[in-house]
């Protein structure tokens, strides 16, 4: 494996992320759009730091900030279903995504260690 763009959760995580983006793109409220998109970010993106790093003991430190950060996302979700801002389908999708990548990550990080 030699690019983190091979890797299936990170291609998973980040089109999460993207489709997360694009579902609440006309949501007013800033504090709680800004926060929901900044969770799944940082799951790819943390993956690929963890990729990109020189020792299998920085790549699961990395790999384990982007499996806590899908927990972070898929807590958002939830409470974003409770307020109205994310309807039931969407959100139920979003989070078994966020769940499977949760999955994938725990095997990758025992894989490594």
């Known amino acids: 494996m030699s690019r983190f763009e091979d890797l299936e959760v990170w291609k998973r ?9 694009k579902g609440l793109v006309d949501l007013r409220d800033f504090g709680f ?3 929901i998109t900044r969770s799944s970010l940082s799951v790819p993106s943390n993956i690929a730091e963890g990729h ?6 920085e790549a699961a430190q990395f790999f384990n ?15 974003g279903m409770d ?10 999708t979003w989070l078994s995504e966020a769940e499977e990548i949760s999955k994938m990550l725990h095997g990758l990080i025992r894989s490594i260690k």
């Open 65 to 79: 900030y982007a499996k806590g950060s899908a927990g972070e996302l898929r807590t958002q979700i939830y409470i």
């Open 83 to 92: 307020i109205g801002y994310i309807d039931r389908e969407t959100g139920k």
């Open 13 to 21: 995580s980040a089109r999460l992320s993207a489709s997360i983006y």
């Open 33 to 35: 759009r800004d926060q």
């Open 52 to 57: 990109e790093r020189g020792s299998s003991k």
